[in-house]
């Protein structure tokens, strides 16, 4: 799909999380106030040019129509070790998994899985996992499974606090815990779903 401008795709992931959210589509006024915009010029030629980039469509002359075109998709951001640890990952947002069924918010990406350390929680190697961004660390809660950053490397493990370490447990009792201090450790997302089909879009 041809490439949005940052206007374009602001525009587009508030409209395909309102959507996703309210199973209907926003007004020009909603649309207006979301974007801080005073004037409805800028938001139709923004619409005209997802349309016309194939992101969204709408019945003509009937208001609240809008809607989200099959393509888009959550972009696949690399590969992260469930094993030993790997060099972070790096955007390859070139690629996509069709998703659309699902109720996936903008930000969300996804790793391709790289070893057999989570197989217990029925995550194999080649398994793409959803993950969604934590913006505060402390809100996620011990046994979630997370893509964990260390210095220069990332891991998919349950995360748990132990003092003033964290804990990084495997789903595989062929492999040991990580024990790290907790300002060691960057939280760079929690996993939403597993997905096992590889067809891209």
């Known amino acids: 799909m041809e490439p949005l401008t940052n206007a374009q795709e602001e525009l587009y992931n508030w ?33 005209d040019h997802l349309r016309k980039k194939g992101y969204i469509d709408w019945n003509e002359g009937k208001a609240r129509t809008i809607r989200i ?23 390859v947002a070139e690629e996509h998994l069709d998703l659309s069924s699902l109720p996936i918010k903008s930000r969300d990406y996804a790793l391709r899985v790289r070893g057999d350390s989570m197989i217990d929680a029925l995550i194999d190697n080649g398994d793409f996992v959803i993950m969604r961004p934590v913006a505060d660390p402390g809100s996620v809660r011990d046994g979630t499974i997370v ?28 492999y040991e815990p990580m024990v790290y201090p907790a300002q ?18």
């Open 69 to 91: 075109l099959q393509g888009g998709g959550v972009p696949i951001k690399g590969t992260i070790a469930a094993g030993s640890m790997v060099e972070a990952f790096v955007d």
């Open 147 to 174: 893509a964990a950053r260390v210095e220069s490397a990332t891991t998919l493990k349950y995360l748990y606090r132990q003092g003033d370490d964290v804990v990084l447990k495997p789903a595989n009792a062929n």
């Open 15 to 47: 409209l395909a999380d309102y959507i996703r959210e309210h199973q209907h589509s926003p007004s020009i006024r909603q649309m207006m106030r979301a974007m801080g915009l005073k004037s409805p010029a800028p938001i139709q030629s923004r619409l």
């Open 184 to 201: 060691d450790v960057d939280i760079q997302g929690r996993l939403l779903a597993v997905w096992r089909s590889h067809d891209l879009v």
